[in-house]
């Protein structure tokens, strides 16, 4: 079923706000395109995202692309076992930086014209420009990203540009990594992406702990029959390993944790499996679900079969499906969690209004040598000549040749 023509989100939007004086407030909150992009820059652009769990990443090189509210990004494991974010944009013409969506690399080589870089951003070679007078490779590292790995092994990152930021609060999702025995050098198991047509905030509103994918499959299912094998095994695994109180009891009460904005965190019950499931927002009416699988336990565990992989797939595609519907339908519903947003898009575009301009925290600019410059454009000719058509820029708000990165 499409999406109402009319997105329910700014109408409900509009009923919640008791304050609204300013007309141009009210067509951003009208309008959900606009409320999209308004939460671009309010709320994905400066505010701390849990994104990934460290042991997504086992050996230096090992990286993870994502865009986060459409800004591409990328994680990359250093080789002092740190890891960074970064803009997935060359500093050289703002083409995408990583070849894959997921992949291991220590030298991360820009496919256009062999400007390379390491895994802390640094430009390594830029061919044609070493030895241009201005050119200095020191400033065309990729633009660092906030990136914070708590205790729990949690991967936070923050787009704002601005230097001096409050750290994360992680108290919440380090309580409950505690609790389950989550740690930083547990075990990733496999993930998938998906795609849904329902704005992010439904997915917010209704995470996943409220779905039956935490059920017991059906007793006639040979598949089922498998996995509460493998659960079984995988308590026993979990009882050895895991710190005090993590999962006492083997309780069947499924376990979960709603970290803001965006990601949320799933134990299955009884076992030391648990789901870290991210919905990315794509646009105001569309949204990319990742979901990946992680034991928290220590020791060597069997890994699940692929019919109980895809009983797991199913489950989460099963989610996504009833966020669609709620998209549809919740018109008339309470839509509680908007209000946890509202106070940061009300003060951003506040903000916005007292200086007259959109503030976009998260905005890079690069200052570049006439020098620079003149070669880029010299080499921009020669291609012109040997008609070496370029692909598209990278299309996430970047004006790479201009010089920055709008956002
Ligand atoms: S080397 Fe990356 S865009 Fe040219």
């Known amino acids: 079923m499409s999406p109402p023509e009319v997105p329910v989100f700014a109408r409900q939007r509009i009923d919640s706000l008791d304050v609204l004086e300013v007309s141009k407030e ?113 400033q065309n590292s990729l633009f660092a990203i906030h990136t914070c790995t708590d205790k729990g092994g949690f991967i936070h990152v923050n787009l704002d540009a ?26 990733w198991i496999t993930g998938w992406d998906l795609k849904g047509d329902f704005n992010w905030k439904v997915a917010a509103q209704q ?26 095994l995988l308590v026993g695994s979990a009882r050895k390993s895991a710190p005090k109180g993590a999962n006492a009891g083997g309780s069947e009460t499924p376990t979960s944790l709603n970290v803001s904005p965006i990601t949320t965190l799933k134990m299955l019950p009884g076992s030391s499996l648990w789901l870290c499931i991210t919905a990315f927002p794509l646009s105001a009416a569309r949204t990319a679900v990742r979901c990946d699988v992680y034991s928290a336990a220590s020791s060597f565990a069997p890994a699940p079969s692929q019919a109980q992989l895809e009983q797991l797939e199913q489950g989460v595609a099963a989610w996504v499906r009833g966020l669609e519907s709620s998209y549809v339908v919740v018109e008339s519903g309470p839509l509680s969690k908007q209000n946890e947003f509202l106070p940061m898009l009300r ?13 976009m925290p998260g905005s890079r600019r690069e200052g570049r040598s006439v020098e620079f410059m003149k070669g880029e454009q010299v080499c921009k000719e020669l291609e012109d ?15 790479g040749e201009k010089g920055g990165m709008e956002w």
């Not at 930021?165 to 547990?186: D, K, M, N």
């Not at 951003?348 to 503030?359: A, F, T």
């Open 207 to 232: 995470p996943i702990s409220t779905l039956a994918l935490q059920e017991a499959p059906s007793a006639s299912s040979a598949a089922a029959a498998g996995l509460r094998a493998y659960l079984r």
């Open 26 to 138: 009210v067509d951003v909150f009208d309008d959900d395109d606009k409320l999209f992009l308004l939460e671009r820059r309010a709320i994905f652009s400066k505010t701390w995202i849990c994104v990934a769990h460290r042991s997504r990443f086992t050996k230096p090189g090992d990286y993870v692309a994502m865009e986060l509210a459409t800004f591409p990004i990328f994680i990359i494991l250093g080789k002092d076992n740190i890891a960074r974010a970064f803009h997935n944009v060359c500093r050289h013409r703002a083409y995408t930086v990583t070849k894959k969506t997921a992949g291991s690399s220590l030298v991360l080589g820009c496919k256009y014209h062999g400007w390379s870089y390491d895994t802390k951003g640094k430009l390594l070679k830029a061919p044609q420009f070493d030895g241009i007078d201005g050119f200095d490779k020191t």
């Open 347 to 359: 003060e951003h575009l506040r903000e916005e209004r007292m200086r007259g301009v959109e503030i």
């Open 385 to 399: 000549l040997a008609g070496g058509g370029m692909p598209t820029a990278c299309a996430v708000g970047g004006d």
């Open 162 to 187: 601005g230097l001096n930021l409050e750290p994360p609060s992680c108290a919440s999702v380090v309580a409950f990594a505690a609790e389950h025995g989550i740690h930083a050098r547990g075990s």
